[in-house]
T-cell receptor, first 113, second 115 residues
Framework: GNSVTQMEGPVTLSEEAFLTINCTYTATGYPSLFWYVQYPGEGLQLLLKATKADDKGSNKGFEATYRKETTSFHLEKGSVQVSDSAVYFCALSGANTGNQFYFGTGTSLTVIP | GAGVSQTPSNKVTEKGKYVELRCDPISGHTALYWYRQSLGQGPEFLIYFQGTGAADDSGLPNDRFFAVRPEGSVSTLKIQRTERGDSAVYLC?????????????FGPGTRLLVL
């Protein structure tokens, strides 16, 4: 079946620290991979995506590389800011999943000054 | 509007009552999705519309749940005989066209509480 496994939180980092949030997936076929972010009191927003193996998605200093050999799509940022405090969701959508997204459980990040 | 809108933002009802949740997608988006998000979990798929028809309703938990999109734009999720376990945030999303590579744009959600 199709599923996404995310690193459990919550994660607390100091400002300017390096961030990694792990995401691995199980899917049939060749899925597209997404990271969504949910800031406090707001709805889900697309952060970045990659649609084929070895693609790198990037936005707002965040990056994630689609690794087919390890079935992973880890989210990284070199220097986090207080404003990055949010819940991050990894998701997949693939040719064999219809058009629905499969989401991980989310990872809560708090960045302290 | 600029984004996906959902009404109401909050709904409190009593067990056994009927509720309707509305979604207004981004103008021109042909695909519309409903998800349900329980506390501490990621969104779970309920149903997907392409145009007016439900192309995939495999995520609807039982026959108390039903959704329509009669004119290919606004959609309504209907829940009959609500149960306490239906309490969750119901999310609507839309995409310009169907396809696994398409970004889905999410609304702010309707928080449903069944007492």
């Amino acid at each position: 079946g199709n599923s996404v496994t995310q690193m459990e939180g919550p994660v607390t980092l100091s400002e300017e620290a390096f961030l990694t949030i792990n995401c691995t997936y199980t899917a049939t076929g060749y899925p597209s991979l997404f990271w969504y972010v949910q800031y406090p009191g707001e709805g889900l927003q697309l952060l970045l995506k990659a649609t084929k193996a070895d693609d790198k998605g990037s936005n707002k200093g965040f990056e994630a590389t689609y690794r087919k050999e390890t079935t992973s799509f880890h989210l990284e940022k070199g220097s986090v800011q207080v404003s990055d405090s949010a819940v991050y969701f990894c998701a997949l959508s693939g040719a064999n999943t219809g058009n629905q997204f499969y989401f991980g459980t989310g990872t809560s990040l708090t960045v302290i000054p | 509007g600029a984004g996906v809108s959902q009404t109401p933002s909050n709904k409190v009802t009593e067990k056994g009552k009927y509720v309707e949740l509305r979604c207004d997608p981004i103008s021109g988006h042909t695909a519309l999705y409903w998800y349900r998000q329980s506390l501490g979990q990621g969104p779970e798929f309920l149903i997907y519309f392409q145009g007016t028809g439900a192309a995939d309703d495999s995520g609807l938990p039982n026959d108390r749940f039903f959704a329509v999109r009669p004119e290919g734009s606004v959609s309504t999720l209907k829940i009959q005989r609500t149960e306490r376990g239906d309490s969750a945030v119901y999310l609507c999303a839309s995409s310009l066209r169907p396809g696994s590579q398409e970004t889905q744009y999410f609304g702010p959600g309707t928080r449903l509480l069944v007492l």
